[in-house]
T-cell receptor, first 115, second 117 residues
C-alpha cells in the first residue's frame, strides 16, 4: 500500500526566510503528487500538483515543489515566507490506477512564521 | 471562489442524536465525492467514497451503519452520523473530483466541525 511521510511535524521560520517542507512517499510506481494547505478550521486548498513531465512544479502563492524519483520525494519550497503562510501543509499521493483522485495524505507539517 | 460547499460549518449535538452534513459541488457535476475525517492536529483519513446512484465504498474500520452516505444527485452528497457519541466529535471534510483527466485535483469543502456532548 502507498504511504506518505512528512518528517517534520512543526517548522518555524522567520518572515522573509526560505522554506522547505519535506515529503517522502512509498509506492511501486510514480504516483500523482499534491501539496495542500489548510488554515485553521478550514478545508484544504491545492497549492500544486505533479503528474508527469517537468519535475519542478510551480504552484500558487509563490510555492514550488520538485519531484525526485531517486529519493521518492516531493519537497515543497518557497524562497521568501510571508506571515500569511502560517498554516498546516499536507502532502498527498493519488494513484494513477484509480484516476489519482483517491488521496492518501501525509501527517502534515504545521508552519509557524516569526515576525 | 469555492467550488465545493459544505454545510453546516459547525454543529453541536447531544449524544444519541443524528447529524446530517451536506457536500455540494457548486458549478460542476461530481459523480464521485470523498468524505474525510480529521482529528485535532492529525492528518485526514479517508472514510468513504461516495458514488452517485450507487452505494458508498467504505474504508476499513469505518462503520457503514453509523456513517450513512447518500449521493442522490450529481451535485450533492450527504453524510449522516447516526446515534452520535462524543468519540464521533471530529472535523469532517468532503471533497469532489472535478474533471475527466486522471489526477485532476480534488476540491475540498471547508469542513464541518462536529461536537457531540
Amino acid at each position: 500500500a502507498q504511504s506518505v511521510t512528512q518528517p517534520d511535524i512543526h517548522i518555524t521560520v522567520s518572515e522573509g526566510a526560505s522554506l522547505e517542507l519535506r515529503c517522502n512517499y512509498s509506492y511501486g510506481a510514480t504516483p500523482y503528487l499534491f501539496w495542500y494547505v489548510q488554515s485553521p478550521g478550514q478545508g484544504l486548498q491545492l497549492l500544486l500538483k505533479y503528474f508527469s513531465g517537468d519535475t519542478l512544479v510551480q504552484g500558487i502563492k509563490g510555492f514550488e515543489a520538485e519531484f525526485k524519483r531517486s529519493q521518492s520525494s516531493f519537497n515543497l519550497r518557497k524562497p521568501s515566507v510571508h506571515w500569511s503562510d502560517a498554516a498546516e501543509y499536507f502532502c498527498a499521493v493519488g494513484l494513477p490506477n484509480n484516476a489519482g483522485n483517491m488521496l492518501t495524505f501525509g501527517g502534515g507539517t504545521r508552519l509557524m512564521v516569526k515576525p | 471562489g469555492a467550488v465545493v460547499s459544505q454545510h453546516p460549518s459547525w454543529v453541536i449535538c447531544k449524544s444519541g442524536t443524528s447529524v446530517k452534513i451536506e457536500c455540494r459541488s457548486l458549478d460542476f457535476q461530481a459523480t464521485t465525492m470523498f468524505w474525510y475525517r480529521q482529528f485535532p492536529k492529525q492528518s485526514l483519513m479517508l472514510m468513504a467514497t461516495s458514488n452517485e446512484g450507487s452505494k458508498a465504498t467504505y474504508e476499513q474500520g469505518v462503520e457503514k451503519d453509523k456513517f450513512l452516505i447518500n449521493h442522490a444527485s450529481l451535485t450533492l452528497s450527504t453524510l449522516t452520523v447516526t446515534s452520535a457519541h462524543p468519540e464521533d466529535s471530529s472535523f469532517y471534510i468532503c471533497s469532489a473530483f472535478r474533471g475527466s483527466q486522471g489526477g485532476s485535483p480534488l476540491h475540498f469543502g471547508n469542513g464541518t466541525r462536529l461536537t457531540v456532548t
